[in-house]
């Protein structure tokens, strides 16, 4: 009777054991200069693929600086990865950006998402961490006021604009259904694509909502149907972008379809069985392989992750570089001394050039657009590079 | 004409599979009082392991028929041992223990699941190799295809057979008197643990059957597919009466279309005022009507009989 009961939680132990993750503490000698890099991206749940690749980023940026060995205010640097899950939970986020502030980290890449990106800002700003977010795209989550909050990536505001004008000026499009997730990145930018698309022209006949864990939208599509629009466009991430774009198909339904940057990724062309041919998605800066350090970088990802770039990995690797210059421009790891200097930030990454406006957000804002052709994705053309919206 | 139609197969199609997965809640909850919150996860597992060896008799050039039909057999025998295991190791130390723990340990289970899940088969969103292309049938303007038509008859024929089996065989005799009273079953002879063990693997089966249909259908698998899926089930068996197999059945129907029909028209009946971001707020209202009218579910019995 006492193995019956002692046996069942050994498993369990065990099991739960496994789960744990294995960050590894090395002792520091004295001249080192040990620099802690918080990261947070969803571990777990159904944008785990997306957060572990925001991860992967995060450590090939952190290796990269460790090999090369940078110096800090004359010390040679040691960095640290702490990684954390917040699966795309806002009050998660919350927690996990305490837990950040509380082991002393130098600063933060991440979160992932807008939706967590904006309520964890509030605790680094209060604690004066630095927190540059490889893929927050809600205008919100600069606009708040925050001297600590970054990113590397465009807005909605001119990613929704830059796709709306896409759609109507370049397309010609007329009749436009639009569907989000509900969460503040889908809503965001579905919202401005919405407005740009209105202001050229186009009419919208059709708002939809869905959320970030549902898998048939059948009944939206059915009922977008009947009103016979000739794009649907989805504020949302690829998990919903699949099953959405097979449906659509599915129901014999012609219209093209359009995602923001949540929707360029290789899993859309690999789960989509063949729907998503023609689907048109966007990604903020310039095609890696335009860049000259974009290629390297996606060949070496994928030699050391046996997978190909998911999405923000390269935004990460970019916005831990970022922050490391600061650091060295500063001449310290110190959060309150190396703020300032993040602003001050010029560097030619993987991504783009980086620069940012006094908001913290990226100046310039290039946003290409890819279509899938014949079961890749291709370069249609790159909108923008103006001015950032406010 | 043609969109309530469509909006109507889209119901069904969906409430067959949420029926299934809903008569796996029932089953426990009517002999044990349980409710398996783990049972999603089982269903996850079953589309995994279908994935698996789907994808392996494919490659070795197995054909197709033969392939579908081998993998949904290895997903409903790993399926059929997982639940038997789950019973036997997080459940039945537990029995007589006050009713919240069973909860917590089934909880508990279904995060054992998903990480076991995650860590075997990746974070990543795996595409379900069916062998052969789904043909489109038009249908009084309608469109449905030959994967969705298949999930109907399957889960019809699979509930007709679960009514069968408990209504007409010896086990299902000894299911309904262990329900009824376990302590009188025991005395006439009934082997409760067994009978109970059946019913786990039976249910499990059933859920590895509605994770093949799933990823068949939306043609993704991904380890936390069956967290929302279990969810709604359950508030399918509830909705139908917990405990009552032809409540599931009409649980899971009625969701289905409920939800679909919601999503579909809500926005056109309040003028705007509400879009299809209430769709689940229209399920769970329903739920919420029903369960203050009808507290023990649509065709659920009394609760003082069991308690």
Redesign the interface.
């Given at each position: 009777m006492l193995i019956n009961r002692i046996f069942p939680l050994a498993v369990l132990g065990l099991a739960l054991a496994a789960c744990g993750k294995n960050e590894t503490t090395l002792p520091s000698s004295s001249d080192e200069l040990v620099v802690k890099i918080g990261a947070a991206a969803p571990l777990t749940g159904p944008q785990a693929h997306v957060g572990k690749d925001n991860e992967n980023g995060t450590r090939m940026a952190i290796d990269d600086a460790n090999a090369k060995g940078v110096l800090i205010g004359g010390k040679k640097a040691r960095f640290e990865l702490l990684s954390e899950d917040d699966q795309t939970d806002p009050k998660t986020a919350t927690i996990v950006a305490q837990k950040l502030v509380d082991a002393k980290v130098n600063g933060v890449i991440g979160h992932m998402n807008s939706g967590t990106s904006i309520p964890a800002s509030a605790i680094y700003f209060k604690n004066g961490i630095p927190q540059i977010s490889p893929s927050a795209t809600a205008v919100k989550f600069t606009a708040q006021g925050y001297n600590t909050a970054f990113r590397v990536m465009t807005n909605d505001a001119q990613q929704g604009r830059a796709l709306g004008e896409f759609a109507t000026k370049v397309l010609g499009l007329k009749k436009i259904a639009v569907i989000d997730d509900r969460t503040a990145y889908g809503q965001g930018l579905a919202d401005e694509f919405a407005k740009a698309a209105e202001a050229n022209g186009a009419q919208i006949i059709a708002r939809e909502y869905t959320t970030d864990k549902s898998v048939d939208f059948t009944a939206v599509l059915t009922s977008i149907k009947g009103k016979q629009p000739d794009l649907l466009f989805f504020g949302g991430m690829d998990p919903q972008g699949v099953p959405m774009v097979k449906q659509l198909r599915a129901l014999g339904m012609k219209t093209q379809f359009m995602m923001g940057d949540g929707g360029y990724t290789p899993k859309l062309i690999e789960l989509g069985g063949g729907a998503e041919e023609g689907a048109y998605a966007s990604l903020p800066g310039v095609p890696l392989d335009n860049m000259p350090s974009g290629r390297d970088f996606s060949n070496r990802y994928e030699a050391r992750f046996h997978q190909p770039i998911q999405l923000y990995a390269p935004y990460c690797y970019d916005a831990v570089n970022v922050m490391i210059a600061a650091m060295q421009k500063a001449g310290s790891a110190e959060p309150a001394k190396y703020l300032p200097e993040i602003g001050k930030v010029e560097l030619n990454g993987v991504t783009s050039k980086i620069a940012f406006d006094e908001k913290g957000d990226i100046k310039g804002g290039a946003v290409t657009v890819y279509q899938v052709r014949q079961g890749k994705w291709s370069v249609v053309q790159t909108m923008g590079g103006a001015p950032a919206a406010h | 004409m043609d969109?309530l139609l469509?909006?109507i197969i889209?119901?069904l199609?969906?409430g067959s599979v949420y029926a299934l997965v809903a008569l796996g809640y029932t089953m426990v909850y009517g002999i044990l009082g349980l409710i398996n919150f783990a049972h999603g996860e089982v269903v996850m597992i079953g589309a995994m392991i279908a994935l698996t060896v789907l994808k392996a008799l494919l490659a070795a050039a197995f054909a197709p028929v033969l392939a579908v039909l081998l993998s949904l057999l290895a997903a409903m025998a790993v399926c059929m041992a997982l639940g038997y295991s789950i019973e036997r190791?997080?459940y039945r130390?537990l029995r007589n223990a006050p009713r919240l723990a069973p909860l917590i340990?089934a909880i508990?289970v279904s995060i054992?699941l998903?990480?076991?899940a995650?860590?075997i088969w990746?974070?990543?969103?795996?595409?379900f190799p069916l062998p052969f292309t789904s043909v489109?049938h038009q249908f009084g303007g309608a469109?449905v295809?030959d994967v969705q038509i298949g999930i109907v008859i399957v889960a019809l024929v699979i509930m007709l057979g679960l009514m069968w089996l408990v209504h007409r065989t010896r086990m299902g005799r000894a299911m309904r008197a262990v329900a009824e009273n376990p302590a009188a079953s025991v005395l006439m002879g009934v082997d409760n643990n067994r009978v109970i063990s059946f019913t786990f693997m039976l249910g499990s089966a059933l859920a590895a059957i509605a994770g093949f249909m799933v990823s068949a259908n939306?043609?993704?698998v991904?380890y936390?597919?069956g967290?929302?899926l279990g969810l709604k089930a359950f508030t399918a068996a509830v909705l139908g009466g917990i405990g009552n197999l032809r409540g599931a059945m009409l649980g899971g129907v009625l969701l289905g279309l409920i939800?679909?029909?919601?999503?579909?028209?809500i926005?056109?009946l309040t003028g705007g005022f509400l879009?299809?971001?209430y769709?689940?707020v229209f399920a769970f209202f329903v739920l919420i009507a029903v369960l203050i009218f009808r507290p023990s579910g649509l065709l659920g019995e009394k609760l003082a009989e069991r308690a």
């Open positions: - | 969109i469509q909006q889209n119901g199609v969906q190791i997080a130390p340990t508990g054992v998903q990480n076991l995650m860590m990746g974070r990543e969103y795996h595409s489109s469109i295809n939306y043609g993704i991904h936390y597919m967290f929302m939800e679909s029909l919601g999503a579909g028209y926005g056109d879009g299809s971001n769709q689940d």
